[in-house]
């Protein structure tokens, strides 16, 4: 697990790949794993960022 702190905040993310970047990120009531199929396909030619936000009840379970 990564993470970055931002304004006293830990955001936690996933890089995978490598190239121009795409960032996907999630809705109110989803968290990051959601992304999983896009991001396997995307990887193997972009650098793909997925990230799950502050508030998101599976934030705490990455």
Partial sequence: ???????GADIYYEEKGSGPA????HGHSM??????????YFSDSYRTIVMG???AW????A
């Fill in 53 to 55: 936000c502050a508030g």
């Fill in 22 to 25: 795409i960032i996907f990120t």
């Fill in 31 to 40: 968290y990051h794993k959601q992304w999983a199929p896009q991001i396997d």
């Fill in 58 to 61: 599976i934030f705490l379970l």
């Fill in 1 to 7: 697990m990564t993470t970055l702190k931002l304004n």
